[in-house]
């Protein structure tokens, strides 16, 4: 079976110039469906990129303006950062425990606990309730609770840590932890540290939320020579609930399971990604017929030996509607597809309606570099970002997504490197950048909120897609203590700046948002100086 071999080459915003040395090419892109321990192949034809000469320019790749988003305009009781936007300086590191920074956000309450992992998720019950939940990190000596906490916030002003999940996946949930909001369903699926199966559980959380009931606990696939076992780093439902898409990075392969029946789950399919690509977030169209796959991939900054630089890094546009329709071998559509070089390790996805207009957030998790002294260094001197940021895609056309906007901060920008490197002496992988972000409402967002890792959380103003600005930020203080449940220091209390990578609940009727970092656990912020909602 053949599919959909025709991709057109995307756009990117036409208002930038256009950096030469990169191309496209076309490579091949296999998926596997996978019934009845009977493989069935099939190819489609996915744009991707390849190296031109200094003489060849493509809009593959557009330079980022060298122009940060608007900064926050704060409150005079405020604690706005000395230095660039989004940056801790090597002199505030210095001078003992950090305090923190904030703008228009202020702290309304906090579970600090044992600390939290890299995902949380929210959700109301039927009878009113709402609930947190966030992993923590797996397999740390000295925890007094392992697996997902369960957070009843229905007061945020006194929000109660009520139980921990602990079935297998829960143990690791990392970024796979979800919840959908039509069934009220809250799953995980066992992480990259893993067992030798995958392990799939999945929560009813529509009667109440604060004692959620495990519905199936289930490995989906055994480990065999055939099919060797697949562990999930990120999921994503499908809108009505009916489905769950699960991605596994290291196999770049994506798992397509039915929930119709939620205690006996089946996995309808395997798309499997060749020649090395990766995969690592997915998002799924309100109709359930589209996929936004993100590109795993290098940023134009990564040394080669020898040849053109070949552009990984982006995300697919791709047609699911047979697996939403619930056909047997369910198979996959290429629609469209588009790779950027200022950036890597593309990340997350996210659908959204700004002003009637369909648009697609786009997040890295790394810069333009390798994520380490060199690397920055080597992006900056390519004069691009080392650091991730987000980006909005027009995809009214979706044949042809561009970038309309970059959400940079002062410290992304290659002409400030010199002012940064020093704060991250001695630190490779996470530092600052991009991470997950939310909007408010994902059919008419007005803001986009985002975890900056050590820039914290970031709130922009996105109504004008083309013009963001940014509205608010808030800065945790570094821990005096180990937290033993954290990502970041839970072995010891080195006072490094907190990593601020969860996605965030933001509601416009009480003006608060609920996430979590992973030093200082679950966070209630109240929007100040009527930054926010919008009048």
Known sequence: ???????????????????????????????????????????????????????????????????????????????????LQGQVPATVRQQGPFT???????LVSQIQDEGAGWQSAFVTDDAGHMCAYHDTSPNVAGRKHMGVAVIDATDAATPKTVGYLTSPAMLDAA??????????????????????????????????????RLLTKSELLPSTSAQPPLRANDASFSPDGSMLYATSLRDGVIQAIDIRTPESPKVAATWSM???????????RADGRRAYFTLFGEGSAVPVSAGSRRLTNGLVIA?????????????????????WGDGSASHQTLPVRIGGREYLIAVDEGGSGYPNASGWRAAC??????????RIIDIEDESRPRIVSRLQLEMNLPQNCDQVLPDLTGLTGFTYGSHYCSVDDPRDATILACGYLESGIRVFDIRTPLRPTEIAYFVPPSVAAPVPGSVNNNAT?????????????????????MTTCQDNGFLVLKFTNAAWPPP
């Open 1 to 83: 079976m053949r599919w959909n071999s025709a991709v057109k080459p995307s756009n990117e915003a036409r208002s930038h110039r256009v950096v030469p040395r990169f191309g496209r090419r076309v490579t091949e892109l296999q998926f596997a469906s996978l019934r009845n321990g009977i493989l069935w192949l099939s190819v489609l034809s996915l744009a991707a990129v390849v190296g031109c000469t200094d003489r060849e320019r493509s809009n593959a790749n557009v330079a980022s303006s060298n122009v940060a988003v608007p900064r926050a305009k704060c409150g005079p009781h405020d604690r706005p950062e000395p230095a």
């Open 100 to 106: 923190g920074f904030r703008c228009n956000l202020e």
């Open 175 to 212: 970024e796979t932890l979800k919840v959908n909001a039509k069934r009220k369903l809250l799953v995980a699926v066992f992480a990259l540290g893993g067992p030798a199966k995958p392990q799939f559980d999945l929560y009813d959380v529509a009667r109440d939320c604060r004692f959620p």
């Open 274 to 284: 060749p020649f090395n690509q990766r995969t690592s977030g997915l998002s799924i």
């Open 319 to 339: 047609d699911i509607s047979e697996a939403q329709q619930h056909r047997s071998h369910p198979q996959v559509k290429v629609v469209s597809s588009m790779v």
């Open 381 to 390: 001197n390519a004069r691009q970002p080392a650091w991730s940021m987000a």
């Open 493 to 513: 209390a080195s006072g490094r700046v907190d990593h601020c990578s969860a996605q965030i609940w933001a509601d416009r009727r009480s003006e608060t948002m």
